[in-house]
């Protein structure tokens, strides 16, 4: 919860990436190719209206109601125990809140699951990694293109014609993402032998390799030192500008938040205290009692 | 000498079927974390159903092919054991989901006792005779290197290499196809799994699917053996001391496991047996665990147990 680094992320993020990686990222799909992409938000492509969530008599979400439009990095905040993963819970399926309605790219989420909100479109990835320990990077990040591969079994256990052309053609678009993470390197290893910050990429990659229109990441920072920060903030903003995939993180760095947020929601306690621009929220006065713990601290953020 | 290495061969033989149960255990702790008590049920009950539906759909439509009997009790049996894996995913996993691993434990203990019952229900329960037809007279091999050469059960030796060809095709299937990856990646993380669209339920009709027709191939091989009885379901007791031998998560595990408390058994029977007064082959797989669960809990192949105190 400290701003670790704000003063110098900004330079290092809004400037061009090199041209090898720019001409890697284009021959992903993407809806728009424009760096700026992400200054012109478009429609909403979730809307979080109104909704509960109560686990017994804890009251995990009261009543919250927000809006993501396509493109745009919207991040949500605050204090431990404010309901942020809840939140991200709800989005991805994993629970379903009693009262309020979830829309995602215009089609309400009733009685769902994670795995109908993935195929959906919605990539994420995990506070606490949540990796596939056995397997290398390249089979991590391939196992996010599982759904979309049609083979049957038998063809693909013989590794016949379509099904091995299928299987290339997957394994081409992993190898981009593995080239944009920069991790190229460790191809083969199992990644429960890869360093923490790395594991973390590969967590985006296989993200990454779904294609999804909206991703969520969950404290993709977190326990990372200022040099990792820099490069997954990097990732964030190229994912978003190159693919203009929208996202939405929960984040625990301040300075990191201030600078790659379009847009800032914060909770405490389960409700929604600010909406709005960085700017906005940094000199919202509830949400600094909700960080400092009283007025007499605003000073000092 | 050449006795010594009949000994061997022989309990590696054994050990082999040991192995192939041993299998389905495995699979399902891997991609579920439930220790499946009802593996054994399943053996019972998939060769109960072949046993019966050979004899059966002959007479039902009239011809005398001993082949195709086999051939079609074997499928209408896997069918079964699909439904099985439905019916277990439908009606009992999905109430389950997130459940300490004691309930489910508990809950295939129930699996196992209404399969038992379910099955002689069903199938009767006399023993039944399963012919497919494997070779039972010996062979005697190596003639010239020893004298009298090694004495090697063709049945054994039949068994072996169905066994050994399911494993190759399961280890093709479990690291060359997309469904293969996908169970791997339940087996790791469910949650991370759902969240890249692997559908849970479906994943474990899958590997239940497969754990029957692990099973059933064993109780096949088994039920010609020995017949199909109801003591079919307790030679699975057998796979326990395995998979601990083994690790609970290793399919090279459990075939290592498997060929080890096989050989152990019969090497200890013939060589120790004299001096203890007999009756090692019940016991010694059990104690042979025991010392494995003091000195080394994960097991030959399984994953390092690191638990922060």
């Known amino acids: ?301 | 000498m050449g006795f010594l290495l009949e000994t061997i061969i022989g309990g590696l033989m054994a050990g082999v079927l040991y192995s192939l149960i041993a299998l389905g255990f495995v699979l399902i702790f891997k991609a579920s974390g439930v220790f499946n008590f009802a593996q054994g049920a399943m053996v019972l009950f998939a060769a109960l159903a072949m046993a019966r539906f050979a004899e059966w759909i002959p007479q039902w439509l009239g011809f005398e092919s001993a082949l195709l009997a086999n051939a079609l009790g074997f499928i209408v049996a896997l069918a079964l054991m699909i439904v099985v894996a439905w019916a277990v995913e439908r009606f009992v996993l999905s109430g389950l989901v997130n459940q300490s691993g004691v309930t489910l434990l508990m809950a295939t203990l129930g699996i196992a006792y209404f399969l038992d019952g379910f099955g002689q229900t069903l199938f009767g329960s006399e023993i039944y005779r399963l012919d497919i037809g494997i070779p039972k007279d010996p062979v005697i091999v190596a003639d010239g290197w020893f004298e009298g050469g090694l004495l090697i059960s063709r049945e054994d030796v039949f068994a072996a290499s169905i066994a050994g060809a399911l494993v190759v095709a399961l280890t093709v299937f479990f690291h060359s196809t997309a469904v293969g990856r996908a169970l791997r990646a339940v087996a790791d993380d469910h949650q991370a799994a759902q969240s890249i669209g692997i559908p849970l339920g479906r994943i474990w009709v899958i590997v239940w699917s497969i754990a029957g027709f692990v099973a059933l191939v064993a109780g096949m091989i088994w039920g010609s053996k020995l017949g199909v009885q109801f003591s079919l379901s307790l030679v699975a007791l057998k796979a326990f001391p395995v998979v601990i031998l083994g690790g609970l998560t290793s399919i090279p595990g459990a075939i290592v496991g498997g060929l080890i408390i096989g050989m152990g058994e019969k090497l200890s029977e013939v060589y120790l047996g004299p001096l203890l007064g007999g009756g090692i082959e019940i016991w010694f797989a059990y104690v042979l665990a025991l010392l494995f669960l003091l000195v080394r809990p994960q097991g030959l192949f399984g994953e390092k147990i690191i638990d922060r105190v």
């Open chain 1, 1 to 301: 919860m400290n701003g670790v680094a704000s003063g110098t992320l900004p330079r290092t993020l809004v400037e061009p990436q090199p041209e090898a990686e720019r001409d890697v990222a284009a021959v992903m799909p993407s809806t728009t190719s424009s760096a700026t992409a992400r200054r012109r938000a478009g429609a909403p492509i979730l809307v979080v209206d109104d909704i509960s969530l109560r686990f017994g008599g804890v009251k995990a979400l009261q009543r919250i109601s927000f809006e993501v439009r396509e493109h745009e990095i919207l991040s949500i905040i605050g204090p431990n125990g404010a309901g942020k993963s809840s939140m991200l819970n709800c989005i991805n399926g994993v629970y379903t809140p009693q009262e309020g309605s979830i829309t995602l790219c215009g089609r309400p989420l009733r009685r769902t699951n994670p795995h109908k909100v993935a195929r959906m479109g919605v990539g994420r990835t995990f506070q606490n990694l949540a990796l596939f320990g056995g397997m290398t990077v390249l089979q991590n990040i391939m196992a996010g293109r599982n759904f979309r591969m049609k083979c049957g079994i038998a063809l693909q256990a013989l590794r016949l014609g379509p099904a091995n052309r299928e299987e290339v053609a997957h394994r081409e678009f992993v190898e981009r993402i593995i080239d944009f993470l920069e991790i190229q390197a460790w191809r083969n290893t199992p990644v429960d032998r890869l360093p923490y910050g790395l594991q973390k990429r590969v967590d985006l990659g296989r993200a990454l390799a779904m294609e999804p229109r909206l991703l969520l990441l969950d404290e993709p920072m977190a326990g990372m030192n200022v040099e990792e920060k820099q490069d997954m903030c990097r990732f964030v903003l190229d994912v978003n500008d190159e693919f203009g995939t929208t996202v939405v993180l929960i984040e625990h760095d301040m300075g990191v938040v201030m600078d790659i947020s379009d847009r800032i929601v914060v909770l405490d306690y389960g409700r929604k205290i600010a909406d709005g621009s960085p700017e906005e929220v940094r000199g919202n006065e509830e949400v600094l009692r909700a960080y400092l713990g009283g007025a007499e601290a605003a000073g000092s953020a």
